[in-house]
């Protein structure tokens, strides 16, 4: 240790109590976490609140029992509302973000107002946001008003009451999908590396497509997890919520494509523009190109927010209704209504994991770019 | 130095403690917080030297109060007494994680076993212990309707579910589209539970939490039955409305009926300004007449209570006559006991207390009296996954799964 010099000792010194409570409160949280989500707390009432109860550990049962169990339909039912909820609501956001965002770049009058206007739902937090919504998407009121304004019938959709679901599937189904959606991935990952003349990986990544693809073909329809077939779709309700997040987020990503539009050089443009390039030609092949990376980290920041989110679906649709539910929710009532620990515990884990998929490849990238400029 | 100083500290504050202070830990607050207040000067006026904190945490129904409660029992500070759903809510909870104290010394000499109810008595007892004090009284099984547009619409209020559906066709041929308003998820609970006790019988309600009655028997798939082709006479935009909106289209006669339990007559009467009879009309729900469906308030006695003996204070006055009469005119519920001087009490009240007297009364499952939160709070995914497929067998199943797993009948 008596290489350190004094500023180095101040360094570990200032950084310590950070590092430590990080590691207990973060790491430490999540490790407890996980270990309780495989035991059984919770699952007899009356060890739950016992002053001293008794926890045994029941290994991966409690996952088992939210995506095979009976009584977990409300579960799946969720992360189906979060795999739509994420698609349309990044979509939403980056479409109307990128679209406000040209049209700032044309320099429009009074451009300082419109970009304050435009990013100003972003200050108000999701349960304001949810909150005033849920008024203007009342069944009888707001939204559905709007046509008789220019004397026409009120709308009748139910925007957070709407119990209709499209592209239903089978859950029983899942595996199927699964298998299928991946293979495709490998495919299209082979045909990639054939492209680029890497024949060891073509071969491993069409060889492993193949195995999918045939256990999908042949195995794959036999596969029953649940006794009998379950639903699960795209629930009307969640339109609502929908555009009450996208209405809150987008004017963030239309601040980051502005940064990103501005940051692109005026050279850059006329070069395309002398070579011939047409407007649309420009922005297709110079322009959007060079605003990938912003997409991608929009994306990321998006994703990781539409995963946990709790509180817009709260204040819209309340906590009971399973239509608009979504697994952060669930976890909250599963632990603290029900007092089922050790089954919140794991839906908390599910939830991690989701986001640690969306999250760590960007770290990934992240740090690997810092390597590199340093 | 510094130690000393914290030593003496915490003994005077003990020292002070011992001169009397109580806490009351509740979700009573807006239209509820005078009922509560009126308790608390009373129990100023008996115990002057002892210093009450009202420790109110607000938000319907007690979700917060719960969460923060659960909070401090866990951590080992426990309020000296604390407001719970009578029945399964408290004793599924607290009761059976040996948190509780058993009060049926108190209920002895206090008399209350003979001033309360039978079968009120029974609700709040378990494992050979009584666990808490009901203030008040609700009746949940009424069913609301707008007395002038029966009439121009030509029907009746129906008195079994099988009649209700047979007006609910008669309703739709005169162009009304949901002759029954439901709201969100716990009032749809709510319908599911009153066409149960209508179909089932007071006794057959009693089994089912008893564990004597299975969900899945016939009796019971039958009740679910029932409840789908009622659920046919139903508002598409349920999930939307909180009761008071469902309320309000029985005001403005857009629906003929609602079920919903009686504080719904304080909104009609306080806040819609209408006349009991005429400008709102009531009867029992469907098949239940003779039946009370009831949910109460009620304190409970928190092992290790830092003021045990005020505690037992506040208790006492709850229970007591004076104590009830003077919260429940109020609250706009009636009094548990049987002998509640009922000049204070409004027209709408003093019929639910003449019924209270003669009738059968059995515990509501959504209102926490017959079943624990664990079992409540997921059995509003079964009613929503029936809402959509209508299958009861699947939903039986699937509450009968719910019941073994939350203990019911243990």
């Known amino acids: 240790m008596k290489g350190l010099s004094r500023d180095r000792w101040w360094s570990v010194l200032v950084l310590l109590p950070s590092v430590l409570l990080l590691a207990v409160f973060v790491y430490g949280f999540i490790g407890r976490t996980i270990y309780v989500s495989l035991t059984d707390w919770g699952n007899d009432p009356a060890q739950a609140l016992a002053a001293t109860p008794i926890i045994r550990w029941v290994g991966l049962a409690n996952y088992q029992d939210l995506f095979t169990g009976f009584l977990q339909v409300r579960f799946r039912q969720e992360l189906v509302n979060t795999i739509f909820f994420t698609v349309f609501f990044i979509l939403g956001c980056l479409g109307l973000g990128l679209g406000l965002a040209l049209l700032l770049d044309r320099n429009p009058k009074g451009e300082g107002l419109w970009r304050t206007l435009f990013l100003f739902p972003m200050s108000l937090s999701f349960i304001v946001t949810g909150t005033i919504w849920r008024w203007m998407l009342q069944p009888q009121g707001g939204l559905n008003q709007f046509p008789t304004v220019f004397g026409l019938p009120p709308g009748s959709f139910g925007w957070l009451s709407s119990t209709d679901a499209i592209w239903q599937f089978d859950w029983n189904k899942l595996p199927l999908l699964t298998a299928v959606v991946v293979a495709l991935v490998l495919v299209w990952l082979a045909v990639r590396a054939l492209r680029a003349a890497d024949r060891a990986r073509a071969v491993i990544s069409g060889l492993c497509a193949a195995l999918l693809l045939g256990w999908a073909l042949f195995v794959g329809p036999n596969v029953k997890i649940l006794p009998a077939p379950e639903l699960h779709g795209f629930n009307l309700a969640l339109i609502g919520i929908i555009i009450a997040a996208v209405w809150q987020m987008s004017g963030y990503t239309m601040a980051l494509y ?16 002398v070579d011939g390039a047409s407007e649309v030609g420009m922005y297709r092949h110079v ?20 995963l946990k989110i709790f509180d817009l679906v709260y204040a819209m649709a309340g906590p009971d209704n399973t239509y608009t539910s979504v697994p952060a929710l ?23 994991i989701l986001v640690a998929v969306v999250i760590v490849p960007y770290l990934r990238s992240a740090f690997r770019s810092e390597e590199g400029h340093a | 130095m510094k130690k000393v100083v914290l030593m003496a500290a915490l003994a005077l504050s003990s020292t002070a403690s011992a001169a009397g202070k109580l806490e009351i830990f509740s979700w009573w607050s807006g239209d509820e917080g005078p009922a509560l207040e009126a308790l608390l000067k009373l129990y100023k006026q008996k115990y002057p030297n002892v210093t009450v904190d009202n420790a109110t945490v ?53 008399g209350w076993n003979k001033v309360f109810p ?78 149960m006790v209508g179909t089932l019988g007071a006794q057959g309600w009693k089994d089912l939490w008893a564990g004597k009655l299975k969900f899945t028997d016939p009796k019971v798939l039958a009740g679910f039955t029932t409840f789908g082709k009622v659920l046919d006479c139903t508002n598409k935009d349920a999930s939307g409305l909180s009761w008071q909106q469902a309320a309000d289209r029985i005001a403005d006669g857009t629906s003929a009926f609602n079920v919903m339990g009686d504080w719904a007559a304080g909104y009609f009467t306080t806040t819609k300004k209408l006349k009991p009879g005429t400008g709102f009309g009531w009867t029992t729900a469907p098949g239940t007449s003779g039946t009370f469906v009831m949910l109460a308030d009620s304190f409970g006695l928190p092992k290790g209570a830092k003021n045990r003996t005020e505690a037992i204070n506040w208790l006492k006055l709850l229970g007591s006559k004076q104590g009830q009469d003077t919260f429940n005119p109020l609250k706009g519920s009636i ?28 515990g509501s499952m959504v209102h926490g009296a017959v079943a624990p939160e664990s079992f409540t709070s997921a059995f509003g995914a079964i009613i929503d996954q029936f809402v959509a497929s209508r299958n009861a067998q699947a939903a039986a199943a699937a509450a009968q799964q719910l019941a073994s797993r939350a203990g019911i009948g243990k």
């Open chain 2, 118 to 195: 039978r079968d009120v008595i029974e609700l709040l007892s378990a494992r050979g212990g009584i666990w808490s004090v009901p203030v008040n009284v609700h009746r949940s099984n009424v069913m609301w309707y707008n007395p002038a547009k029966l009439k121009a619409w030509g029907v009746t209020p129906p008195k079994t579910w099988n009649e209700f559906l047979t007006t609910c066709a008669k309703l739709k041929a005169k162009g009304v589209a949901a002759p029954l308003v439901v709201g969100e998820n716990w009032t749809q609970q709510h319908l599911w539970e009153n066409v």
């Open chain 2, 335 to 362: 009094a548990a006991r049987l002998d509640s001087d009922l000049s204070r009490y409004n027209t709408y009240s003093k019929s639910a207390a003449a019924d209270w007297k003669k009738s059968r009364i059995v």
């Open chain 1, 258 to 273: 502005l940064a990103g539009l501005r940051g692109i050089p005026e050279e850059l443009r006329e070069a395309a523009r």
């Open chain 2, 58 to 110: 607000s938000g319907g129904a007690g979700t917060n109060a719960k969460a923060v409660l659960k909070t401090r029992m866990l951590g080992g500070t426990p309020p000296d007494s604390f407001q719970v759903h009578a029945g399964q809510e408290l004793i599924g909870t607290w009761v059976v994680a040996g948190r509780m104290e058993d009060l049926s010394g108190l209920f002895q000499s206090e």
């Open chain 1, 287 to 306: 322009v959007f190109p060079l605003l990938s990376p912003i997409t991608l980290s929009a994306m990321i920041i998006l994703g990781h927010i539409s």
């Open chain 1, 330 to 352: 669930n976890m909250y009532l599963t632990s603290f209504r029900q007092n089922q620990f050790a089954l919140g515990a794991a839906i908390g884990t599910i939830l991690l």
